[in-house]
């Protein structure tokens, strides 16, 4: 698994943008015009727009149900 780009936080906030071609799992977002994908191998070049910069996605599986029940 080494070389494989998921899609974690790492602290303070900072964010790695991942290029097209680049092993990734995981969901990710088009740095250009935000396009989203779901990938488990290889990121592919943007279909939408031709971009080549992934952002990986701040999506987790519980964000929905913590911020509901936060009222």
């Not at 070389?3 to 936080?9: A, Q």
């Not at 680049?22 to 088009?30: L, P, Q």
């Not at 943007?46 to 990986?56: H, K, R």
Request: proline content about 7%; some cysteine.
């Amino acid at each position: 698994m080494s070389g494989l780009i998921d899609e974690t936080t790492v602290p303070d906030g900072y964010v790695e943008f991942v290029t097209t071609g680049m092993s990734a799992k995981g969901e990710f977002h088009c740095c250009e015009c935000g396009y989203g994908v779901i990938v488990y191998r290889t990121l592919p070049q943007c279909p939408m727009c031709g971009g080549t910069s992934w952002e990986p996605s701040a999506w987790s599986p519980f964000g929905r149900a913590t911020h509901e029940r936060v009222h």
